[in-house]
């Protein structure tokens, strides 16, 4: 059986390139445009215009936010997630300084067009397992041909794998597969091959998921303790007190991370967040157990309402 939306024939090929050409002629005009819809290998992709910058979009799949990335203004960062890692990304090194990253999970390749604005001259590899995902992002919302962005298509874990030792600044994981990080992206094991990409006080950074009773979230945690001697973690205070799902977004380092500017930075963002850091990430952690490769599980399913 043909997957839904498959070539049908010459006609259909003609008509998708006219629409294409039509896309492209409205994207150098700054014209609004329509949604872009399309299959892909995690399900229906669209892009959808932002009605308020000239010439930004809002990936989703199978409904579920993904990424927001504007061609005009690289360096701005819509999703509140996003925008907490773009706080680490700036405090991890002086600014303006290039950066080797690795991303795994590549949405619309927000954060490394971020990095790439933002920081000149920075190396990063994009590790993203979903092939139609890629061209459909390439083609539609290009990169930079001057940026040092590669694109692998190939699972998070297996393209870590591939990365030598000590060859990254930064690692970036925003992985979701149906709205859920893959199991095999939660685990000591994964995190020990992580630290191995790192350099000596590299950083590590991470988007998670979860909502009440917050099982998830704390066993990151706890699972990350076993591999980096420091963390600190960014949420919004419901997220934090267990009354909503939403995103967390969790740093790990050997060495202490610039909490007092994180904090800051992260308390004065558009949508107010709280750093957790030591002892009162320790109590938040509740005891929580490591997670390993042989107990891992995917992260919660968020509600229907989550994207609401």
Known sequence: MAR???????????????????????????????NVTEPVDGGLAELVPDRERRRAWTLTIDGAPQSHVDLD????????????????????????????????????????????????RSTQQIV?????????????????????????ATDARAGLGKIQDGWADLVIADVFSGARTPA??????FLAEVRRVLKPGGTYAANLADGPPLAHLRGQIATAATVFPELALAAD????????????????????????????????????????????????TGGAAAVHDADARPSPAPPPSAFD
Do not use: C, M
Request: hydrophobic share 35%.
């Open 4 to 34: 839904r939306g498959a070539a049908g024939g010459a006609g259909d090929r003609k008509q998708r390139a006219d629409r294409r050409t039509d896309r492209k002629a409205a994207r150098g005009s700054g014209r609004p445009e329509g």
């Open 73 to 120: 203004d690289p360096t701005y960062l819509s999703f509140e997630y996003q925008r907490r890692i773009g706080h680490i990304i700036d405090l991890a090194a002086p600014p303006g300084q290039p950066l080797h990253v690795v991303h795994l999970g590549g949405g619309a390749f927000t954060l490394a067009r971020y990095i790439a604005a933002t920081r000149p």
């Open 128 to 152: 993203e397992v979903d092939a139609a995902l890629v061209q459909l992002v390439r083609r539609e919302l290009p990169l930079d041909p001057h940026a040092r962005i590669r694109v692998r």
């Open 184 to 189: 095999h992206l939660t685990s000591t094991e």
């Open 237 to 284: 205070p419901t997220v934090f007190r267990g009354r909503r799902f939403g995103n967390a977004v969790l740093l790990a380092s050997d060495v202490a991370p610039k909490a007092a500017e994180l904090t800051r930075r992260v308390a004065t963002d558009p949508h107010p967040g709280r750093v957790e850091h030591g002892r009162a990430l320790a109590d938040f």
